[in-house]
């Protein structure tokens, strides 16, 4: 979920993508289908800690004013770290302005781009094997493959189409069910396009849905229906992979050289109120209006038709290991505040118990930042789904490339996650929340 800026990265900063077009520009890598690699050569990623109010602010400003800065994470009060990128021609201003104002900071990484190419050389190795597994990440065409699959394999999967994207790619899910008449679970994945770890989770999670024999596992596959969409920004995931690694939004062209909306403030619920950019450059760029996307128009549309069995609509994002519930619009409680509240004490604690991973969990607002117009959000006070969570997966608020996560996390993450998301929907039928 990480609030960023732009359209340069995993991460960006407000206006990056007139740096990524220059970047695409002096770099001039060329891919087969004519569209430019974004490199990120001797980009620097500091942590930068302010520690009063004057320098929070300006961190704050450098944020929303240079295009050369890509904010990874931005921090929500004093004493708490901002993960900045600076491009090179940046370096000498952005360190100035830090010493000139007495702002500590350190050098985390020296050169980003090389985990970006680590990363790219080995996920092009595995795809020449032709796997598909949870030992690395995999591009949508694998994992719309899968799907397939799936749904020719087991007479319980059924393959779902809630769209088209913008640049005409398919919001491809599957609905798994073992018999009529059960309350249903939506998983969404992968709506911010570069948080990778989330469309891994969402289809780990699937597959053990499927072929686990875990009695607990066993338990909740089999009691309810479940409507899983591991790639809801498909035209965004296929970009991280062909060129920008750090691309979070849609694809859908806006004026002269910016590109998309971020999909998880464009819902029609409290839509641009908080949180939100009218920058169309800008990472957290709301669109003109709501559902402006196809793609969350067309998601919408599909969730709308579950109205009156759909019980919880849960969403998977990366990184700073959260567990959220509505409202991000206010920092005013919803209605069943003290359920969710409850719920995601017990699922936290469930889901330190294997790896010792620690979560925290709270109302969006007050949690993270203020951020209206999310999926979660419109699913709990349009649809009326009262269990309605944001996972923000691993790594921690802290992690210094957070949205390159290791692919040896993988399959922990979804073993840890699946474990918590037992306990969420054990905790929310004890209160009679998933009741057919």
């Known amino acids: 979920?990480?609030?960023?800026?732009?359209?340069?990265?995993?991460?960006?900063?407000?206006?990056?993508?007139?740096?990524?077009?220059?970047?695409?520009?002096?770099?001039?890598?060329?891919?087969?289908?004519?569209?430019?690699?974004?490199?990120?050569?001797?980009?620097?990623?500091?942590?930068?800690?302010?520690?009063?109010?004057?320098?929070?602010?300006?961190?704050?400003?450098?944020?929303?004013?240079?295009?050369?800065?890509?904010?990874?994470?931005?921090?929500?009060?004093?004493?708490?770290?901002?993960?900045?990128?600076?491009?090179?021609?940046?370096?000498?201003?952005?360190?100035?302005?830090?010493?000139?104002?007495?702002?500590?900071?350190?050098?985390?990484?020296?050169?980003?781009?090389?985990?970006?190419?680590?990363?790219?050389?080995?996920?092009?190795?595995?795809?020449?094997?032709?796997?598909?597994?949870?030992?690395?990440?995999?591009?949508?065409?694998?994992?719309?493959?899968?799907?397939?699959?799936?749904?020719?394999?087991?007479?319980?999967?059924?393959?779902?189409?809630?769209?088209?994207?913008?640049?005409n790619r398919t919001l491809k899910g599957v609905k798994l069910s073992y018999g009529a008449g059960r309350p249903a679970i939506f998983l969404e994945g992968g709506i911010h396009a570069r948080e990778w770890i989330s469309p891994a989770t969402v289809t780990y999670i699937l597959n053990e849905l499927i072929t686990s024999e875990e009695p607990q596992v066993r338990a909740i596959a089999e009691r309810y229906d479940w409507y899983v969409f591991p790639n809801a920004n498909p035209d965004g995931y296929e970009y991280t992979f062909r060129v920008n690694r750090l691309w979070r939004k849609t694809r859908k062209p806006y004026g002269l050289a910016c590109y998309g909306a971020d999909p998880n403030r464009n819902w029609d619920f409290h839509w641009a109120e908080q949180g939100t950019s009218s920058n169309p450059c800008s990472d957290t760029f709301a669109g003109p209006n709501a559902f402006s996307e196809i793609e969350t128009k067309s998601l919408a549309a599909f969730v709308k038709t579950l109205r009156g069995k759909l019980r919880a609509y849960i969403a998977f994002h990366s990184y700073s290991q959260l567990l959220l519930f509505p409202y991000g619009h206010t920092g005013a409680h919803s209605p069943n505040h003290q359920d969710l509240n409850e719920i995601a004490n017990a699922t936290v604690l469930s889901l330190a118990q294997r790896y010792g991973t620690r979560y925290t969990y709270g109302n969006v607002y007050d949690a993270i930042y203020p951020a209206s117009g999310s999926s979660v959000d419109w699913s709990y006070g349009v649809e009326d789904?009262?269990?309605?969570?944001?996972?923000?997966?691993?790594?921690?608020?802290?992690?210094?490339?957070?949205?390159?996560?290791?692919?040896?996390?993988?399959?922990?993450?979804?073993?840890?996650?699946?474990?918590?998301?037992?306990?969420?929907?054990?905790?929310?039928?004890?209160?009679?929340?998933?009741?057919?």
């Open 1 to 167: 979920m990480k609030r960023n800026s732009s359209t340069v990265g995993n991460a960006t900063g407000r206006g990056a993508l007139l740096l990524a077009l220059l970047v695409l520009v002096a770099c001039g890598v060329t891919l087969g289908d004519g569209a430019e690699l974004a490199r990120y050569d001797n980009y620097r990623l500091y942590q930068v800690t302010p520690r009063s109010e004057e320098q929070f602010r300006t961190i704050a400003a450098l944020e929303e004013t240079s295009d050369s800065l890509i904010f990874t994470e931005t921090a929500r009060k004093v004493g708490e770290p901002f993960t900045v990128i600076v491009a090179p021609h940046k370096l000498a201003d952005f360190t100035e302005t830090l010493e000139s104002d007495l702002i500590p900071y350190r050098l985390v990484e020296a050169n980003v781009q090389h985990s970006f190419d680590e990363e790219r050389s080995r996920i092009m190795s595995k795809r020449t094997r032709g796997v598909f597994d949870w030992t690395d990440y995999q591009p949508l065409e694998e994992i719309h493959g899968w799907l397939d699959r799936l749904a020719s394999e087991h007479q319980e999967v059924q393959l779902l189409d809630a769209g088209r994207s913008y640049q």
């Open 385 to 436: 789904v009262k269990i309605a969570y944001t996972y923000e997966l691993r790594p921690g608020p802290n992690a210094f490339n957070g949205f390159v996560l290791p692919p040896k996390q993988i399959i922990p993450t979804g073993e840890e996650t699946l474990d918590s998301l037992i306990t969420l929907l054990e905790e929310s039928a004890e209160r009679g929340y998933l009741a057919a």
